[in-house]
């Protein structure tokens, strides 16, 4: 998604956040002494990442090498340091913004559309994947921009195949997702070795392929403001900033956060509000013919698209007319198909099944289904708590509500577990909006309201 064409502002909180605030059936006085108990907590307060330090990703890093190091570390994003020696000192002039699975997709995506040009002009001379025709433009042009350089590199990859005689596959790769299915082994040899691709590098990708703002927030500021960018602004990771020391400090997440609510079992306003059934929480909160599905038998990278094209971190896999879950596929898998390229070199016939039970059947904590460890799900009457015990005790961003049959009818996620515990005091939102504003001044800024 190219700078120019999806306008980087601070995310529109939409109806959201006001829809599950006029559902929670909590009394008023809790949520405003919660409210002010939070606004009272500093950002510095918060427990710092596990490993003590947080994981920077040089921005000259290639895109496999980057992701290599978010599954090393088991993250799902990481802030991208400016390469360039002469930039300015301070934090703006230090990083570029933050590296994550979701714009990994993008960039396979999209690159899958080249790499299906390159294989359908029939010859990977007359292609320029070393340094002819295309691989010197190629080379050029995806280290300054993703999908200008996706058209430009398609076109060239045309005119380099009827140069040469040869005839280009009509109607191939009108996008990432029709290119996957003409692909076939070579797709990993194109995309993983042949340049442009194999030397795109982080940096590329965060300036071309920007998911989300960079907003970094100081170690003064509440932990109300976290909560509210993490839950009503949708933002997946917050970086807290040292204006005395621009490095970042800390990098909270809505795992993160929920992970500390968990700690608070025994305290009265925890147990009570846990102790609530969804439903008294508004949650959850789609209603069943909107959560976003994709079928067993369709194509992994399909799955993957659907991700990109709603925004969403993951998506349930169902079977049958009525939606009978049997898995689920989230964006952080999209590193299985980089990494382990020798378990999906068929890509021509890779399935959202398949493509579970290959991993399942690799994976030491896949049980004995073959299949990764099956999604998390709840009834819709379960409490919030014991919703939080099993989101926090996994690697996921959301627990699938189900019926006795295995029917998806709701999905709730950190967001919605965030949302249930704040309430906005009035006039709060203007505050946040102004200094959102002051971060769109400076390109990228800090949040500075305590």
């Not at 079928?295 to 349930?316: H, Q, R, T, W, Y």
């Not at 382990?340 to 690799?362: A, C, H, Y």
């Not at 029917?407 to 950190?414: A, F, Q, R, S």
Request: aromatic share 6%; hydrophobic share 45%; net charge negative.
């Amino acid at each position: 998604m190219d700078q120019s064409e999806e306008n980087v502002e601070f995310p529109s909180c939409g109806e959201y956040f006001e829809a599950i605030q006029s559902k929670k059936k909590l009394p008023l006085s809790l949520q405003e002494s919660l409210t002010a108990a939070f606004a009272q907590i500093p950002v510095s307060a918060f427990p710092e990442v596990p490993t003590g330090r947080v994981i920077e990703i040089p921005g000259d890093t290639s895109v496999l090498e980057a992701v290599r190091i978010l599954a090393e570390h088991n993250i799902r994003a990481a802030p991208v340091l400016n390469p360039e020696p002469g930039a300015p000192a301070d934090w703006q002039g230090r990083y570029l913004g933050v590296i994550d699975y979701s714009a990994v997709i993008l960039w396979v995506l999209e690159n899958a559309e080249l790499a299906s040009f390159a294989l359908s002009a029939g010859s990977a001379t007359a292609a320029g994947l070393g340094m002819g025709a295309v691989g010197a433009v190629g080379v050029a042009a995806l280290g300054a921009t993703g999908p200008a350089a996706v058209a430009g590199l398609t076109a060239a990859a045309v005119g380099a195949a009827v140069a040469g005689g040869l005839t280009a596959e009509k109607g191939v790769a009108k996008d990432g997702l029709s290119a996957a299915d003409h692909l076939g082994e070579d797709f990993y040899k194109i995309l993983l070795e042949q340049e442009p691709f194999k030397s795109t590098t982080v940096r590329s990708i965060v300036e071309s392929y920007r998911w989300s703002p960079f907003v970094p927030i100081t170690l003064n500021s509440s932990m109300l403001t976290v909560l509210l960018l993490l839950s009503k602004y949708r933002l997946r990771n917050v970086p807290v900033i040292d204006l005395d020391k621009p490095v970042i400090k800390n990098f909270i997440t809505q795992t993160g956060v929920v992970k500390g609510l968990q700690q608070c079992k025994g305290r009265d306003w925890f147990d009570y509000i846990s102790a609530l059934p969804l439903s008294d929480l508004g949650l959850p909160f789609m209603l069943i013919d909107e959560v976003i599905t994709v079928n067993s038998d369709d194509l992994i990278l399909e799955a993957f698209k659907c991700m990109k094209d709603n925004k969403i971190g993951g998506v349930p896999v169902v079977e049958g007319p009525k939606r009978k879950l049997v898995g689920s596929v989230s964006i952080r898998d999209i590193r299985f198909l980089l990494l382990r390229p020798d378990l999906f070199s068929n890509f021509r016939q890779l399935t959202v099944i398949e493509f579970m039970k290959t991993l399942g059947s690799t994976l030491p904590d896949s049980g004995n289904n073959c299949l990764v460890r099956p999604p998390p799900t709840c009834a819709p009457d379960t409490s919030l708590g014991s919703v939080i015990d099993s989101i926090a005790s996994r690697i996921t961003h959301r627990i699938y509500v189900v019926d006795d049959d295995l029917e998806v009818v709701g999905v709730v996620t950190l967001r919605d577990v965030i949302s249930c515990f704040i309430h906005e005091p009035p006039g709060y939102c203007d505050s946040l909006a102004s200094a959102m504003e002051k971060v769109e001044d400076r390109g990228a800024g800090s949040v500075e309201k305590s």
